[in-house]
């Protein structure tokens, strides 16, 4: 598989996670979903989950089971934001490595077909996913408005780069890589 189809997603969100619904996961089949946290389910640097987010986590576990994995090493931060929202997690997973969302996966016992790997970044979050087999959502970063740059260097070369390389990243919609797939 190419540079390109490995950082293409299955699908496109075009805003945060929380605008992913329990109709998507069944439209696609999905039965699980691995969360990356920081920007994806909470800004970079909060410790905590917004209610938002509690009654969205509330809201998908009816529908999939949940695993938060993060590349992030600090075990009392992202252990609090799991605590919070009453799910299982991995620190410190080095994305695009496989190894600590392959445990997740044979954690829920799933086909990795029918669990989706959704997080904010293409080059560790996607290209992971991807790697795996597993179904991958990109969605938008979830920042602090009141801390929040207008500008993300890392973000804003990655897209360049992957669109370099070949990856259709169309702005604010969603888009469906291949509809074979689910």
């Known amino acids: ?9 299955d699908l496109i969100l075009g805003g945060p996670i929380l605008s992913l619904t329990p109709e998507m996961l069944q439209q696609y089949n999905l039965k699980g ?7 994806t389910l909470v800004p970079t640097k909060s410790t905590q989950a917004s ?3 509690l009654l969205w986590v509330e809201q998908i576990r009816q ?34 490595s496989r190894r ?14 029918q669990i989706a ?11 992971a996913g991807n790697r795996l087999g597993m179904f991958t959502i990109l969605v938008e970063p979830m920042v602090d408005p009141a801390v929040a740059a207008p500008y993300y260097p890392v973000h804003s070369f990655e897209v ?23």
């Open 117 to 127: 790997m959704v997080g904010d970044r293409l080059f560790t979050d996607v290209l």
């Open 63 to 96: 529908v999939a089971a949940l695993w938060l994995v993060s590349n992030n090493l600090s075990e009392t931060r992202i252990g609090n934001i799991a605590k919070a929202v009453n799910l299982p997690y991995l620190t410190g997973a080095a994305k695009p």
């Open 1 to 9: 598989m190419s540079w390109g189809a490995n950082l293409q997603p």
């Open 33 to 39: 979903l691995v969360l990356d946290v920081d920007e």
């Open 51 to 53: 209610e938002a987010l």
């Open 100 to 113: 600590k969302l392959r445990q997740a996966v044979e954690a829920m016992k799933l086909p990795v077909e």
């Open 160 to 182: 360049w780069l992957s669109q370099a390389l070949g990856v259709s990243l169309p702005a604010k919609q969603q888009n469906l890589k291949n509809p074979d797939k689910s």
